[in-house]
T-cell receptor, first 110, second 114 residues
Framework: DAKTTQPTSMDCAEGRAANLPCNHS???????VYWYRQIHSQGPQYIIH???NNETNEMASLIITEDRKSSTLILPHATLRDTAVYYC???????????FGAGTTVTVRA | GAVVSQHPSWVICKSGTSVKIECRSL??????MFWYRQFPKQSLMLMAT?????????EQGVEKDKFLINHASLTLSTLTVTSAHPEDSSFYIC??????????FGPGTRLTVT
């Protein structure tokens, strides 16, 4: 039983912001939201994680709603190299296991 | 920083033989390492968690006698697929924790059993 729900796929225009939604309505108080991505035939890449505050790093921003039931990953200026499967994962802080769902296949188009 | 390597990147072996895959954290000491398997067009499935110096913890349905994991040091974990069969053909990926919450993944090893 999946803890997160993501759209199957989405297209983005190169140079524009890409907003990737994730629903995690059953998230518990001690569970973090993680985002990873996997470019074809490579190992996944860590993007960002957060608990309840919005987070930003050099790759992306993570916006978590106040009730923590959903979040949005923002890639500020999508490039062709951002084409990948993006995984939204929730996991407790004391359990470092990651359960990967189907993710969102993001295609950035020129 | 936080680079994880795997060796080999791909391997072809005959049915019934054993294959060892290495996972190394190159610039950090990994408190915990994880092994995943990914079949074509599917997502990653966690196989086991290993901590340095202790026995690996396997996920339900993963045969511990078939997938031997050794975490001999803080920078090296190995996965040995014993008596490999064609159904073991898959993309095997390791990851490592630096001590924080995030995991850093290796590039993966593609195993083909003929």
């Amino acid at each position: 039983d999946a803890k997160t729900t993501q759209p199957t796929s989405m297209d983005c225009a190169e140079g524009r912001a890409a907003n990737l939604p994730c629903n995690h309505s059953t998230i518990s108080g001690n569970e973090y939201v993680y985002w990873y991505r996997q470019i074809h035939s490579q190992g996944p890449q860590y993007i960002i994680h957060g608990l309840k505050n919005n987070e930003t790093n050099e790759m992306a921003s993570l916006i978590i709603t106040e009730d923590r039931k959903s979040s949005t990953l923002i890639l500020p200026h999508a490039t062709l190299r951002d084409t990948a499967v993006y995984y939204c994962i929730v996991s407790p802080s004391n359990d470092y296991k990651l359960s990967f769902g189907a993710g969102t296949t993001v295609t950035v188009r020129a | 920083g936080a680079v994880v390597s795997q060796h080999p990147s791909w391997v072809i072996c005959k049915s019934g033989t054993s294959v060892k895959i290495e996972c190394r954290s190159l610039d950090f000491q990994a408190t915990t390492m994880f092994w995943y398997r990914q079949f074509p067009k599917q997502s990653l499935m966690l196989m086991a968690t290993s901590n340095e110096g202790s026995k690996a913890t396997y996920e339900q349905g993963v045969e511990k006698d078939k997938f031997l994991i050794n975490h001999a040091s803080l920078t090296l974990s190995t996965l040995t697929v014993t008596s490999a069969h064609p159904e073991d053909s898959s993309f095997y990926i390791c990851s490592a924790r630096t001590g924080g919450l995030e995991q850093y993944f290796g590039p993966g090893t593609r195993l083909t059993v003929t």
